[in-house]
């Protein structure tokens, strides 16, 4: 009976591997894991762990490794199918009926496997003959002993276009085709896909041989139009998808769960360069850019897989083409980190140049996933105008924009925005005057400026927000710098408002050093009364460094506001011709809405607990009440 691995996957998922392992072996707790001593050999020291979360057990001792239906097999002596049917009657599935089709593909994957492993086999044989010395020569010239050539299976594939039909001949013809070993061309007789290269195989998670990778020899390399590729894998086969298979996944896989951590570098020979120094936990992609199934693979085995590119520009690329495939997976504790190579070299450049621990020092301390996007879009143009800075902008929004988690959408948001405005926006130089004239005291604004924003914090004005946030400002000056690109982009109706961000905006760039000290014109602003005093980085006794935080969520809040009305207009505005994705939009935005006006009544609470008994009026609890434009 052949089973689907959709089917397979789903009986895994239903079963807690450490419940079913536990009825018969003592697991003791350790972290998110399980330990015991392995049931598969005699041991003192726990070195077997079940982990439920990624579906396996694992020995460190004697190498046992499987799933919840290998264990059945293994340890229970279960056929396939009775471990199948057991599990499967535990979780409450029906066992899929037999599927003639399916079973004969099964056979047929059967089939090649037995094929790709002959293939295997003879290429190693090649290697040992006098036909294989370019191919040993080479492997001596790139130092690998012979241990690392035996157990990555180097082979050797002649030059001849029949040489593996014939060594091959007990396998029709058409199985050597579909295994990708031979090509066929309209009109011309097949030929072998592999002649005159270094070859590789290449594993699945079970160890059996799927593809090949095959090198040309430098000896062999041609020149000019008709130069062939350095690098040459398997097309993609029944057995063999390059874009969810990761080379040396199943030597690493085990070595990541000791050293905590996945190591993806660009091509198969930088594997082995790292596995010959010792460092055993690295992968690679094959041929392609790492794609969102490969991400989601090596999130399996870690949270956070650690890419090593090469340091030259190609590298580079490939590190942000990964980055940009994950942005949109992104989700809580799930990220990539990002390891820089010196330029121009590789990892086994660097560990001949300066050995293993280099490379592992660079391996601990790598950088963040938005510490390379910032510093990628940060480099990738000239930034000498305000359009080239304008640009940047665009650009890192553009990457926030396809982050699907809402949370950490919001936090990428801020984090290179405030990046953006401390590059964009940096401190002025202190003013020096000219000697015949008085120092200004630019802690001041003129009587013009003081009494026109007096007359707007303490009437109230039309919106209790941007009146707190204003007075806010005024009392932490130095922060006017911090969220001026945001106010500049505030959109209000009122002329008032607006007239008195700019008069902070214009008054900020006389402050020296971007002073802390409230304005002293302005100190009766630190206390509005009425509606505006409800906000907590109004309150007197508000720890310092808390009211600055609280005064930029304020601000974000003030300036996201209208642009959520402005978005509910348009989506309404569509709904004629798109009603379905009009109110999909409608609810997503009237949740942002309802949390943004949640959060103002967290901040009013927060003032309502830090206050007297006599501040704590109804108008102080619910500052969503009579706010402009939320409702």
Known sequence: MALSPQWLDELRARITLSSVIGR??????AGREWKACCPFHNEKTPSFTVNDEKGFYHCFGCGAHGDVIRWMTDQRGLSFMDAVKELASEAGLEVPQPDPREAKRAE???????????AQDWFVNNLAEPRGAAARKYLMERGFDARTIQRFGFGYAPGSRIALLDALGRFDEAMLLEGGLRIAVEG???????RDRLMLPIQDARGRVIA?????????QPSGNDSAPKYLNSPDTPLFDKGRTLYNLHRAGPASRHSHRIVVVEGYMDVIALAAAGIEDAVAPLGTALTERQIEMLWRLVEVPLLCFDGDTAGQRAAMRAVTRALPLLRPGYSLAIVRLPAGQDPDDLIKAKGSTAMEGLLANPSSLLDTLW??????????TPEDKAGLKARLLEHVEVIEHPDIKALYRRELLDRFSAFAYPPRAPFTPHRKFARPTPERLSGHSAKLLRGLVQGGGRDNLASAVIA?????PDQIHRHAEALAAFETTDAETTQAINILLDHAETLENRAAVPIKSLESLATPPDQARRYSFLMEDQNPQSAREDLAEAVAMLVERPAIEAALA?????FEIDPEGAIAEQQRLRQRKLALEERLRQLARQRVAGSTQEDSSPAAVHPAQGEQGMD
């Not at 047929?108 to 002959?118: E, F, K």
């Not at 011309?188 to 592999?194: H, L, V």
């Open 108 to 118: 047929q994957r059967a089939g090649l496997h037995d094929v790709m492993q002959a």
């Open 212 to 220: 090949f990778g095959g090198r040309i020899l430098p000896s062999q």
């Open 24 to 29: 018969t072996t003592k697991l003791l707790r």
């Open 375 to 384: 510093e990628h879009e940060r480099e990738a143009k000239p930034l000498n």
């Open 188 to 194: 011309k007789e097949p030929y072998d896909r592999f």
């Open 472 to 476: 806010g400002l005024a009392r932490f």
């Open 570 to 574: 348009a989506a309404t505005a569509r």
